[in-house]
């Protein structure tokens, strides 16, 4: 038997996003097979996976998550030991205006996976993305595993729908599924949609003239940042455990949007007075202040997470285009 038919397969959904493409590096390091399911082979952005170099070492599969039989199909053919489901609409800001498309694909995909594993082989491991955005309106910080929910947009919503469908797949039907809780995490592979890409963009265009002012929404709430490429070692570590659990994965520490502003543009070398705050860019409802509690993942799992927001703003400064 050649080296190859011994490697585990892992199916990766959400390939070509941020995550995706990370979770692609760590688990080819760790020598899987890696299958990304993908809508459209020829439409696809494959950026991340290009930049970091293993576009040529991933199989890139179209599927659409909405089709149980397809499903089935690819389930049954390739086989895989690890499913990690990361395809989501999972920008906060759009789901407002695609509430219904957001909820719609965010539920109905993570069902069809849960019954895909139920039908072809109960055996296979789930990793689901959940988001500390199912939180919400906290009463009491820092959030761990078993905070009361109270999601305030759509995207929080189907979120946490899809969290309790899995946990109840879980207990009613016995699978393997462990939801990851993540709150937000960077790294360069980030699109300009996400705040703190977007200010180092625009910082950086600002220094080099093609770019007067800087326009954002609500800066005052406050958001626990972390950085992408160790968070995804917790999805791994979470299959690798003896038993389906949920995590909480953060960095523990909080920090608000104008002081990611002033330390960007600080450390760009450009004036403050180059943003301005538009009342236009409000969500129509926002979490004032969010931040975890990773304690259980770093007891049960050995997760280890160290970097403050200003190290983790340095670096991806650093990493910056
Ligand atoms: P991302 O960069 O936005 O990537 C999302 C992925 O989902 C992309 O591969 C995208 O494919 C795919 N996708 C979106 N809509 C789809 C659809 N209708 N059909 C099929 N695929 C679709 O997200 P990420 O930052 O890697 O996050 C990964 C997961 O973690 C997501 O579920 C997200 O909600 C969750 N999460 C993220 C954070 C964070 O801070 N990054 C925090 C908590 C939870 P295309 O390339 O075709 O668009």
């Known amino acids: 038997m050649s080296n190859i038919e011994h490697k585990k397969t892992a199916l990766i959904t959400g390939i ?39 576009l040529e070492n991933v199989t890139l599969l179209e599927c659409d998550l909405i089709d149980l039989s397809q499903l089935i199909q690819i389930i049954s053919t390739y086989k895989p030991v690890e499913i990690y489901n990361l395809a989501a609409q999972s920008s906060v800001s759009l789901s407002f205006a695609q509430p219904i498309g957001t909820f719609s694909f965010n539920t109905m995909s993570v069902f069809n996976l849960l019954e895909a594993i139920k039908l072809v082989d109960k055996r296979i491991k789930l990793y689901h993305a959940s988001s500390s955005e199912m939180y919400g309106k906290v009463e009491k910080l820092p ?36 939801c990851g809780i993540l709150f937000n995490h960077e790294s360069m592979l980030r699109t300009n949609q996400f705040f703190v ?31 992408a490429p160790l968070y995804v070692e917790a999805m791994h570590a979470m299959l690798q455990h003896d038993k389906p659990d949920d995590f909480v994965i953060c ?36 979490i004032p202040e969010i931040y975890g509690n990773s304690s259980k993942a770093k007891k049960v799992l050995g997760w280890h997470y160290a970097m403050t927001p200003y190290e983790l703003l340095d670096k991806l400064i650093g990493e910056s285009d």
């Not at 995550?19 to 991340?48: C, F, M, P």
Request: charged share 25%.
């Open 16 to 54: 070509t996003g941020q995550d995706g493409a990370y979770l692609s590096r760590l688990l080819l390091n760790k020598g899987y097979e890696v299958i990304g399911l993908v809508r459209s082979n020829s439409h696809t952005n494959k950026n991340g996976l290009i930049r970091l170099g293993i």
């Open 143 to 178: 959030i761990v595993e078993n905070t009361v929910f109270h999601p305030v947009s759509p995207y929080a919503t189907s979120k946490a729908a899809a969290h309790w469908t899995c946990i109840n797949y879980r207990e009613s039907f016995g699978l393997f599924v462990s």
């Open 197 to 227: 890409k977007k200010v180092i963009t625009e910082a950086n265009m600002i220094k080099e003239g093609t770019l007067d002012k800087m326009f954002v929404g609500n800066i005052d709430i406050k958001r626990d940042f972390g950085y």
């Open 251 to 286: 960095s523990g520490i909080s920090i608000s949007l104008r002081e990611v502003i002033e330390y960007i543009f600080e450390r760009v070398g450009i004036s403050l007075s180059a943003y301005e705050v538009d009342q236009k860019l409000y969500r129509p409802n926002d």
